[in-house]
Every structure is written in C-alpha cells, then in structure tokens.
C-alpha cells in the first residue's frame, strides 16, 4: 500500500484523526514518513542538544510532515553532502536553512521559508576595531565550508585583492561552532555567522563575543529543497509551508526560537 492510500484509510478509520492537509507524492523514500536531509550544526535552526536534536528547522521540519500526514525522519549528514543526497534520491527534501542563491537553484528548487541577514562575530571588546566587510582586508575569517558565508568570504577576498590591499585569510571549518571557536581561540579574527545564530552566539555568551558593524546582505531567504522539476513534492511541500504559517505554528516558533519577526515572509 502506498503511502498515500496508507493515510486516506487510516484517516476513515472510526475514532482515529490524522492530521492532513496536503496529500503527500506517491514516491516517498520510506512510506509514511517525510525524510529530509539535515546538517545539525547551525543554531538555532538545527543543532543537537543533550543528545537531542532540536532547533526551528526540526520542529517546523514536523509541523510541515505533520501537514501532509506522514512522520518526520530527520537524517543528519555533512552540510555539502545535503544536495548530493538528495539528488541521489536517498532523502525526499532538505530541511537545513539552506540559504537561496543562483548556483543552489541550478541544482535543486526552492520552498523559501524566511528571509535572514547575516553579521560578523568578533572577540568581545573587538580588538582590532572591524567595523564592516570593508575592514576585513589583511584579516582572517572563519567560516562554515559550503555555507554561503564561504561565498561572503571570496567576493571580500576579491575585493580586496582588486583594490591592492592584503587579501582577506579564508578559514573554512566543518561547522559553526568550530568557527566560532577559532575567534574565541584568536585563531581567526573574525566570523561570518546569520543574523540569527549571531544572536544566539552573543546572548549565551555575551563576555566572548559580539557583532561589529551592521547585518550585511539582509534579504537573503532561505528554504527546503527539492530535486529539481520534482513538481508533485514541491507543490506539496509549498501548501503544507504555507498551512503551518496559517494556523499560527510558523509565528509561534519563530518565537520559540528567538527569531526575529521580520524574517517571516508569509
């Protein structure tokens, strides 16, 4: 029994209610159930705490496969292997705040979710006075490989070298704690971090670190993926996104998450 037959007859089954707003595509990677593609490292979207794994992108992740009656099976992997399986059919999305951007969307398409800005981490007290992307010439950043602050990183490295100044110093890390944790080691002397994760870094460890200078590229949105001119799971996907900001679950854990309101684009 497909996945979608499992749920109609579940769902006409005296006294049981299965919570469904949108049919889900037939041609799900495991029946019954939403698996999508995380790299649990960036807060507060997607981390592990206590051994958990929690953040917005997990608890909307299930409101959204909640939607479409099915479980939501969270597989955890290396942020640059997230594309790679999914086109290799091994995951049905990607729920990582994946940021938007022309090259992504060549490769997968996009649900956007939120709009996010982005903002440079310093030591607290900011030592050597960075107050914009403009400062970072002759300095070292740090940086999340894969991510798009990697791609911030290279046009401030090409900026530099065009102006014949000292080029910018790129040190990419697996995650963004471990770069974080080369700033506070004085082993870079900034980060790229979003708005968001920026927030969180500053607020649990105030005395470390703090942002210098205003958010940069401000109206970056980010989304779930889908293969590409896969139009049966992004139409579902698209109408459970946007069921779960209607009935108010999206504004609450925005909330919940510590994000800001402004980022909603529903």
Avoid: W
Wanted: glycine share 10%; hydrophobic share 45%; proline share 6%.
């Amino acid at each position: 029994m497909t996945a979608r037959l499992l749920v109609l007859a579940l769902a006409l089954l005296p006294g049981l209610a299965v919570a469904q707003a949108v049919p889900p595509p037939a041609d799900l990677v495991a029946p019954g159930k939403l698996t999508y593609g995380v790299a649990a490292t960036f807060a507060p979207f997607e981390y592990q705490k206590e051994g958990k794994y929690t953040g917005f992108d997990i608890a909307f992740g299930e409101a959204v496969a909640k939607q479409m009656g099915l479980a939501p099976g969270l597989t955890n992997m290396d942020f640059n292997g997230l594309i790679p399986a999914l086109q290799g059919k091994r995951i049905d999305i990607i729920n990582s705040a994946m940021y938007i951007n022309p090259q992504r969307a060549e490769q997968v398409d996009f649900v956007p979710y939120m709009r996010i800005g982005n903002e440079i981490i310093v030591k607290k007290g900011n030592p050597l006075k960075i107050g914009s992307r403009e400062d970072l010439c002759g300095h070292s950043v740090a940086v999340t490989l894969g991510g798009i602050e990697e791609t911030y990183a290279h046009q401030d490295l090409d900026r530099c070298k065009a102006a014949g100044k000292p080029e910018v110093t790129i040190m990419t890390f697996p995650t963004a704690q471990a770069s974080a944790l080369a700033v506070r080691q004085g082993r870079a002397d900034a980060e790229f971090d979003s708005s968001p994760g920026a927030a969180m870094l500053t607020t649990e460890m105030p005395d470390v670190f703090e942002v210098a200078g205003k958010t940069f590229e401000s109206n970056t949105q980010i989304g779930m993926a889908v293969r590409k001119g896969d139009t049966a799971m992004k139409n579902a996907i698209e109408a459970a996104v946007r069921a779960v900001a209607a009935d108010g679950t999206y504004a609450r854990l925005l909330q919940e998450y510590h994000l800001p309101a402004d980022g909603s684009i529903f």
